[in-house]
T-cell receptor, first 111, second 117 residues
Framework: GNSVTQMEGPVTLSEEAFLTINCTYTATGYPSLFWYVQYPGEGLQLLLKATKADDKGSNKGFEATYRKETTSFHLEKGSVQVSDSAVYFCALSTSYGKLTFGQGTILTVHP | DAGVTQSPTHLIKTRGQQVTLRCSPISGHKSVSWYQQVLGQGPQFIFQYYEKEERGRGNFPDRFSARQFPNYSSELNVNALLLGDSALYLC?????WGQGVAKNIQYFGAGTRLSVL
């Protein structure tokens, strides 16, 4: 079956630090890959997506590249802000939209 | 445009009771999915509906059921509640089902937090 593994957390950074959150997946076929973000007390917001190998998704300074050879979709941001503090979920989807999520990574950014 | 709306926001029930959660999708979206998010974990897929028909079901017991109405809104029912059913229940809508990635992207509501005592 499909599965997603995220790096162990939580992650604590100072403002303007570089962020990497690792994500690897196992899937049959050719899934689409997503990063969702969950702010305290809220639902999930789509952050970025990639639909095929070597695609790069980007949004709000965050980037992730679909690496089929390493089955990875690592999230990066060059300079984090306090407002980026949230829980980040890596997810995959087959052609019918059902999402399989990783366990989530808590990010805390200090001023 | 309004996003996905869920009601109620919070709910407290006791073991053995039944609960109904409601979801209204984004206008124009015809597919609704339900997920359970236990504290500290990622969401787990429960159901997906499209055009009022069940299109997918996750690994949940028969105590969980759902339906979709002609206006594409949806209800999730859970019978004989257990302490382990305490979670955030998320509803997501997408434009369609099985018609390419762009139309299957899921947009989430804020969720209903269910506490079972």
């Amino acid at each position: 079956g499909n599965s997603v593994t995220q790096m162990e957390g939580p992650v604590t950074l100072s403002e303007e630090a570089f962020l990497t959150i690792n994500c690897t997946y196992t899937a049959t076929g050719y899934p689409s890959l997503f990063w969702y973000v969950q702010y305290p007390g809220e639902g999930l917001q789509l952050l970025l997506k990639a639909t095929k190998a070597d695609d790069k998704g980007s949004n709000k300074g965050f980037e992730a590249t679909y690496r089929k050879e390493t089955t990875s979709f690592h999230l990066e941001k060059g300079s984090v802000q306090v407002s980026d503090s949230a829980v980040y979920f890596c997810a995959l989807s087959t052609s019918y939209g059902k999402l399989t999520f990783g366990q989530g990574t808590i990010l805390t950014v200090h001023p | 445009d309004a996003g996905v709306t869920q009601s109620p926001t919070h709910l407290i029930k006791t073991r053995g009771q039944q609960v109904t959660l409601r979801c209204s999708p984004i206008s124009g979206h015809k597919s609704v999915s339900w997920y359970q998010q236990v504290l500290g974990q990622g969401p787990q897929f429960i159901f997906q509906y499209y055009e009022k028909e069940e299109r997918g079901r996750g690994n949940f017991p028969d105590r969980f059921s759902a339906r979709q109405f002609p206006n594409y809104s949806s209800e999730l029912n859970v019978n004989a509640l257990l302490l382990g059913d305490s979670a955030l229940y998320l509803c997501a809508s997408s434009h369609s089902w099985g018609q390419g990635v762009a139309k299957n992207i899921q947009y989430f509501g804020a969720g209903t937090r269910l506490s079972v005592l």
